[in-house]
């Protein structure tokens, strides 16, 4: 082989700017003792056959046992097992020390609660450099718990965050807590008097960020200071207030796309909150008891596109639930919750104020709820409009 040799420091540096999964090789030795060892390098080889590949050192002991053993389990480590990849990383003797881990169908050593595990007959072992590569053939395999992964990215450990689900901007956040600080006491007197929770968010790109919440006495604070709600249809229909025309068809197309019921109920959203300034639902039991708080733990953590799918199913049974509806002024009305849109200096919805957790109430009672929300955002907007659309 010819050319010059490249700087093994120089080789790390630029090889780390490309992020790679965390995984567990393990087997059983002679005495049916744990045996592993941590990989960056797995990586799905073949459909047909179903083969998987990963790169140990040529001088590793822990693959030499694994290669005697003839077989092998992979786990893919989860975002929160940083924990387990540092305490496998230990040298080999103390690596399984203290972990908790079962056997696979094939024997071979399994930790609690990863991403998936992959038991595997070991194919071939070609040398490549300072490296082997290594062949399983897949025997069988299992999703345990279908979170983000854990990656190596430029020498530290990390979590798959798609990207829009990337964390807020820090200055939009402590911008609109500047804001909503004017209206807490309000806030505080109007969830006292509701017997609810009353919630400040603020728009960074397409979610609704918790930045503020109160509840009345004895009222669980449902929502996350932080949490996000993906503003897709038919949420976030107040932050379309003021927006112009082509980022509410931007807003409606995705509803389209769900089919024609989501798109109805999310342009009656829309229209509602333009005509009266807030909008509404009612009949809850869907929405609060199962929807929100999936779309709470959504926004927390950010979730794998098999999650996102079923939060999208999800919404389609509990969208009957979003649908704006006349209010009659003697009907009991269960689980309402409103929203009220908080405007800048040029018209646009920045922020917007929630109302929930609401007990059982009458049409009467809800309509004087929301009006007194609207004051509300009204006072906020009359004290300062920071938040640019």
Not at 183 to 202: F, P, S, W
Not at 280 to 291: F, K, N
Request: charged share 20%; glycine share 8%.
């Amino acid at each position: 082989m010819s050319g010059r040799a490249v700087d093994s420091a120089a080789f790390r540096q630029a090889l780390g700017h490309h992020p790679t999964g965390v995984a567990l090789v393990a087997s059983t030795d002679e005495d049916g003792d744990p045996v592993g060892l941590i990989v960056g390098t797995f990586t799905s080889v073949s459909l047909d056959p179903p083969l998987v590949g990963f790169l140990p050192a040529r001088d590793s002991s822990s693959f030499a046992a694994i290669r005697k053993s003839g077989r092998f389990t992979v786990s893919i480590l989860a975002h929160d097992q940083e924990h387990l990849c540092r305490a496998l990383s230990r040298p080999a003797d103390r690596r399984f020390e203290g972990l908790e881990w079962s056997p696979s169908g094939n024997g071979s050593p399994v930790l609690p609660d990863v991403v998936c595990s992959i038991d595997c007959s070991l194919e071939s072992c070609t040398p490549a450099g300072d490296h082997y590569f290594v062949t399983g053939f897949v025997e069988s395999l299992e999703i345990r718990r279908p979170v983000a992964p854990l990656l190596f990215f430029q020498g530290g450990f990390g979590g798959f965050v798609p990207g829009s689900f990337v964390a807020p901007s820090d200055a939009i956040v402590a911008e609109s807590v500047r804001t909503v600080q004017h209206i807490r006491d309000g806030m505080q007197r109007l969830a006292h008097a509701a017997h609810g929770e009353v919630t400040a968010y603020a728009r960074v790109n397409d979610h609704a960020v918790a930045v503020a919440t109160v509840a009345g006495p004895n009222v669980p604070t449902s929502t996350i200071l932080g949490s996000k709600l993906p503003l897709t249809p038919p949420f976030g229909e107040v932050f379309l207030i003021g927006a112009p025309e082509a980022e509410v068809e931007q807003w409606t197309d995705k509803a389209r796309t769900a089919g024609e019921e989501l798109l109805s109920i999310s342009r009656a959203r829309l229209e509602h909150a333009r005509t009266h300034g807030w909008a509404g639902s009612y009949a809850g039991d869907t929405r609060d008891g199962l929807l929100f708080p999936a779309l709470t733990e959504y926004g927390v953590a950010g979730v794998t596109p098999a999650e996102q799918r079923e939060i999208q199913a999800m919404l389609r049974v509990a969208v009957e639930d979003l649908r704006p509806v006349d209010l009659e002024p003697e009907r009991q009305y269960e689980g309402a919750s409103l929203v009220a849109p908080i405007r800048n200096g040029h018209g646009r919805c920045a922020l917007m104020l929630r109302l929930c957790q609401l007990p059982p109430a009458s049409g009467s009672r809800i309509e004087a709820l929301a009006a007194e929300l609207c004051r509300l955002t009204r006072e906020a907007e009359a004290q300062e409009s920071v938040l640019q659309p």
